[in-house]
């Protein structure tokens, strides 16, 4: 009742990512432990849920990493399921087929970090410029496809003046969707133990609230 938006859904979760955010909250997936299915169990799942959820939602790890996805969605598609994607942005390749093709009804992008952080903060594989390739796609609207972003902010990782740098960008690609700024919550397996306690309060977050031109929303903030 959670995941996707006004929606019931069920999620497959994609082991793997080509990110390593300190933050993370589904570690265990990211080292492959994680308890595995195959597509023939999870379609298997899906036949007895027809008529009863409304969608699926693609989450991890990241998604687009697999190498089947845009025929993994086309058959959750055709078994009558809408399809939210969960993604970091970072394979804007698949995300384009994925949306070309009419096979993802909803996406929610992370917006791990501004570019000045993007690096630092993610370590990842793929650089900024596939990220915000992303973001053009769906701030662009010639798809159609609604979508939402995702910042989660821990104040020894992104202050606000890498928050402001986040909605300067989101504002240059006139972007109207809602912008989640989400708390961190406790969960150290990447190492984030090593780091202070997260100091960030609501009050604090009130410049980032002046009349943007998206929506902006505030999760896990007590």
């Known amino acids: 009742m959670q995941d996707f938006p006004d929606r019931t859904a069920c999620i497959v979760w994609f082991a793997g990512c080509n990110m390593r955010c300190p ?5 265990e997936l990211i080292s492959g432990k994680a308890g595995r299915m195959g597509e023939e169990d999870v379609f298997a799942f899906l036949a007895g849920r027809v008529g009863l959820l409304d969608g699926v939602v693609f989450s991890g790890g990241e998604a687009t990493l697999y190498p089947g996805l845009v025929d993994f969605a086309l058959k959750v598609k055709q078994m009558g399921f809408l399809v939210k994607l969960d993604t970091n ?3 804007p390749e698949v995300l384009e087929q994925l949306l070309s093709g009419g096979l993802v009804d909803f996406v929610a992008l992370d917006y791990k970090a501004p570019q000045s952080r ?6 990842a594989k793929r650089p900024w410029e596939a990220f915000h390739r992303s973001l053009e796609l769906l701030a662009g609207g010639a ?3 609604p979508f939402e972003v995702r910042t989660t902010i821990h104040s020894a990782l992104l202050d606000l003046d890498d928050l402001q740098e986040i909605r300067g960008d989101l504002e240059s690609l006139h972007c109207r969707a809602p912008w989640y700024i989400q708390n961190f919550m406790d969960a150290d397996e990447l190492g984030l133990g090593d780091l202070p306690e997260n100091t960030w309060r609501a009050d604090a977050l009130s410049p980032l ?3 943007p031109p998206m929506p902006v929303h505030l999760r896990n903030f007590g």
Do not use: A, M, Q, W
Not at 23 to 27: I, K, M, T, W
Not at 118 to 123: A, G, P
């Open 23 to 27: 933050y993370c909250h589904n570690p």
């Open 89 to 91: 942005g970072s394979r």
């Open 118 to 123: 993007f690096s630092e903060i993610t370590r």
């Open 143 to 145: 798809h159609k496809v």
């Open 209 to 211: 609230l002046d009349n």
